[in-house]
């Protein structure tokens, strides 16, 4: 059991960043667990959604972001669309992901490591590489066993393309891509 | 009539969705729907750069959108869902002032949020229609079970994509019944196949995907149709590793719905793509041609004993 502290654990700036950076308002949730009976990664979540919402009225900002759910979610939009208060709960989701990002919760390390590889392809090439990404995870996490099986079926069927794909304009889509994560490596 | 389009295939198309690519332009093409690809396209960031940041994502997708404007054309469309709700989602986002000069900072090109973004399936909805799908048909898929499943991001959140019914879209079934398909009845038709875990978390593929493979197989689908590159390849290519995990046998064919259409149309082998699908399709197609076969010579059968009652009563009555 998690004890919460609502006096002295409430962290209003918090509660008033994700409110500002989501364009939601937590405190429309009233609890009905809609969200979590739909949501297909309920079974992998520390926390259920319906809960997530519940500790974000409470402010409790450290719980959220040390949570794996965020790292797990797919943005498949089920709590989204069945939210009787239309609550976007899937674009908070999102928002809470990005503030876990920033100060460092990366709760699901290889998640992350995939969507470095994914992105780092795309800088280097404006357009992704799926080979590319797939070995940049590899390098990322020691784990070379990953889909070993996969790999030569792929090949036999002609769907690995083993050269990427440069656009002419992948400078641009660099440029982009070193704002938000930073400088080229 | 033909129309025109921009088209923005997405990268999956090159390489992993590439039958994907290929019967979409070739559907396209026999129905008089010419694509023009935006040159010099570019990724539009898929969920990996929604998870960083608004802006990010954003600004991917609006370079595109901004070579998009230059075509002079209005509608953007993609097959790929993902590349979709990216696009979509930027278009809505910066039908906020500030947000739109946010984005435009990153921009070499700015973009002024003026094109309309669709999937393919939505044109070939509203633009051709059932019945003008219906009239290309050439070979029926008579007796084919299809079990339709649509991905989770094709029509939600329904405030942004904005087409067809977000719980139970049926876009797909009215294609797949104008090619003559059986479609059966699928309740899990938006739910989430695991995504891009496959690789970072496999378990949670496997058994999200495995749901889908076993709801398909109880109401007895030859085979799934999607609109999907991710869910095809978590569906077909990883089947063998879903049936390790689960202890189950499945076979199931999984077609992106172009290529039934393809097929249905009487397109060439090449423009199908089939021989890319890791679960062999034939198995399926020769069990509903068989079906099909067997259901005629039924029905031929009944015919004719009816035609001889009639004859015999007739008989009976002439000699009375």
């Known amino acids: 059991m998690y004890p919460l502290r609502l006096d002295s654990q409430y962290d209003s700036r918090f509660v008033q960043d994700v409110r500002e950076a989501s364009g939601q308002d937590p405190n429309l949730c009233y609890q009905c667990g809609n969200c979590t009976a739909g949501c297909p990664y309920t079974f992998v979540y520390d926390l259920p959604v319906h809960q997530i919402m519940r500790l974000l009225q409470a402010g409790q900002k450290e719980r959220i972001l040390s949570s794996r759910s965020l790292w797990l979610c797919a943005t498949c939009q089920s709590c989204t669309t069945r939210c009787p208060n239309n609550i976007d709960v899937a674009q908070i989701m999102d928002v809470l992901r990005h503030m876990a990002r920033r100060k460092g919760y990366i709760t699901e390390k290889n998640v992350a490591r995939f969507q470095e590889s994914f992105l780092k392809s795309m800088q280097r090439h404006g357009r992704v590489f799926e080979l590319g990404i797939m070995l940049g995870y590899i390098l990322r996490t020691g784990r070379f066993w990953t889909d070993m099986e996969l790999g030569p079926k792929m090949a036999f069927k002609g769907k690995l393309s083993s050269k990427p794909h440069d656009i002419k304009g992948k400078q641009e889509v660099a440029k982009i891509y070193e704002k938000f994560m930073g400088g080229p490596k | ?320």
């Not at chain 2, 689960?246 to 999984?254: A, E, G, R, T």
């Not at chain 2, 082998?269 to 069990?287: E, F, I, S």
């Open chain 2, 1 to 320: 009539m033909p129309t025109s389009y921009v088209y923005y295939p997405g990268c999956s198309g090159l390489g992993t969705s590439l039958e994907y690519e290929i019967s979409t332009r070739a559907v396209c093409q026999a129905l008089g729907m010419e694509l023009q690809e935006i040159p010099d396209w570019s990724c539009c960031g898929s969920s990996p750069a929604h998870t960083v940041d608004h802006v990010f994502s954003s600004a991917l997708a609006a370079r595109n959108l901004a070579l998009a404007e230059e075509m002079g054309l209005g509608t953007v469309l993609t097959p790929c869902p993902s590349c979709l709700t990216n696009l979509k989602v930027a278009a809505w986002r910066m039908q906020e002032r500030s947000f739109l000069q946010e984005v435009n900072k990153y921009l070499e090109q700015p973009c002024e949020n003026q094109v309309q973004v669709k999937s393919v399936m939505q044109a070939l909805i509203e633009d051709v229609g059932p019945s003008g799908i219906r009239e290309r048909v050439q070979s029926p898929l008579k007796g084919l079970k299809v079990a339709p499943y649509y991905g989770c991001i094709m029509n939600r959140p329904p405030g942004v994509m904005d087409f067809d019914d977000p719980e139970n879209p049926i876009a797909m079934d009215q294609i797949l019944k104008a090619l003559g398909a059986q479609v059966v009845d699928f309740p899990l038709k938006v739910e989430c196949c695991g995504a891009s875990y496959g690789i970072p978390r496999q378990e949670v593929v496997l058994h999200l995907s495995g749901k889908l493979l076993d709801l398909a197989r109880v109401q007895g689908a030859d085979a799934l149709a999607v609109p999907c590159p991710l869910c095809q390849m978590n569906l077909d290519l990883r089947q063998g590793q879903i049936n390790s995990f689960l202890q189950q046998d499945f076979q199931l064919p999984v077609f992106y719905y172009t290529q039934l259409m393809g097929l249905a149309f009487g397109l060439e082998q090449k423009d199908l793509g089939l021989d890319k699908l890791c679960v062999d399709p034939w198995p399926a197609l020769n069990r509903a041609k068989q079906r099909q076969a067997e259901e005629q010579e039924k029905k031929g059968r009944k015919q004719k004993q009816r035609r001889d009652r009639q004859d015999s009563a007739a008989a009976r009555s002439a000699s009375e």
